[in-house]
C-alpha cells in the first residue's frame, strides 16, 4: 500500500470474498490491530473489518464508548426478530448512505486477541456495527442489503446532492 492509512475501496474483490479464520493470534495480527484502529480514526470511522485494510482475515474493530475493541472469528448466535431501518455508511463506500434493515440486538461469539472466547449482547448502534462488520466478512457490503429499488433510487439522490 503506498499511503498506511488508505481504505480499500469498492469494488477491489478482497471486499467481496469471504475472509479466512485467524487459527491463531500471530505477530502481524498483534501489529495489524492498532495499524487498524488507526485507519478507523483517521476516516472517523466506528467499525472496520480487515479486508478493508486489504487483509482477508476475520478481524473486526467496533469502536466503543471509552475505547475500541478487537474481535477475531467474529460470529452472530442469535438476532432479535426485530430489526431496526436506519441510515448507514461505509468506508468502502464514500458518499453513500443507504437504509438497511439490522436486528436491534445479536449475540455475537468471537475471540479477543488475546485468545479468550467472547461472548458478546450488542444493542442499537454496537449491534449494527458488529453486523457490519461481520457482512465485510462475509463479502457483503451495505449496496447488496440495501433494497434494490431503493438503491437506484438513493444513487440518483446522490447525483442530485452533487448538482446533476
Ligand atoms: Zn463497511
Redesign the pocket.
Known amino acids: 500500500m503506498a499511503n498506511p492509512l488508505t481504505i480499500v475501496k469498492y469494488p477491489q474483490p478482497v471486499l467481496l470474498k469471504k475472509a479466512k479464520p485467524v487459527e491463531s493470534v500471530t505477530k502481524d495480527i498483534v501489529h495489524l490491530i492498532p495499524q487498524m484502529e488507526k485507519i478507523m480514526e483517521f476516516h472517523e470511522g466506528i467499525g472496520l473489518a480487515a479486508p478493508?485494510v486489504g487483509d482477508s482475515r476475520q478481524i473486526i474493530i467496533v469502536k466503543g464508548n471509552t475505547q475500541n475493541h478487537a474481535f477475531l472469528n467474529p460470529a452472530i448466535l442469535k438476532k432479535s426478530k426485530k430489526q431496526i431501518s436506519d441510515e448507514e455508511g461505509?468506508?468502502?463506500l464514500p458518499d453513500i448512505f443507504l437504509k438497511i434493515k439490522r436486528s436491534e440486538e445479536v449475540e455475537v461469539f468471537a475471540q479477543t486477541p488475546k485468545g479468550k472466547a467472547v461472548r458478546i449482547v450488542a444493542k442499537g448502534l454496537a449491534a449494527r456495527i458488529f453486523q457490519?462488520e461481520i457482512d465485510?466478512l462475509q463479502g457483503i457490503l451495505i449496496i447488496h442489503r440495501a433494497n434494490p429499488l431503493k438503491r437506484i433510487w438513493d444513487s440518483l439522490k446522490i447525483y442530485k446532492n452533487k448538482g446533476y
Open positions: 478493508q461505509c468506508l468502502s457490519h465485510h
